[in-house]
Nanobody, 126 residues
Framework: QVQLVESGGGSVQAGGSLTLSCTTS??????MAWFRQAPGKEREGVAS??????????ADSVKGRFTISRDNANAKTNLYLHMNNLQPEDTAMYYC???????????????????WGQGTQVTVSS
């Protein structure tokens, strides 16, 4: 059973940093991604990464501030989102998502990812 558990959320002031982590129950996910959803807004793809970490994609709103990465330990894959210069508009629930299915590219559309975590809250105050 695929299990994804996010951690690392919290409250910070604008300009601060946080690193989110997502621990998983398997390895060999082809694509992994972070999404976020703020109250009253649609879910937004934030960043994605391919199995070997060689290809990443970012939403325009986070380019240059967020970095996605992944590693493997004990036959399990961990996913990270390093967030710098956080702004109030980054406030949202953040979710990690994965798929085993090969794809030409790892996009930021939620339809590509069948497995989701429960989310971790990030709150940025001005």
């Amino acid at each position: 059973q695929v299990q994804l558990v996010e951690s690392g959320g919290g409250s910070v002031q604008a300009g601060g940093s946080l690193t989110l982590s997502c621990t998983t129950s398997y390895d060999a996910y082809y694509c992994m991604a972070w999404f976020r959803q703020a109250p009253g807004k649609e879910r937004e793809g934030v960043a994605s990464i391919v199995i070997d970490g060689g290809d990443t994609a970012y939403a325009d709103s986070v380019k240059g501030r967020f970095t996605i990465s992944r590693d493997n330990a004990n036959a399990k894959t961990n996913l990270y989102l390093h967030m710098n210069n956080l702004q109030p508009e980054d406030t949202a629930m953040y979710y990690c998502a994965t798929t085993f299915t090969w794809a030409h590219s790892c996009g930021l559309g939620g339809f590509q990812y069948p497995y989701w975590g429960q989310g971790t809250q990030v709150t940025v105050s001005s």
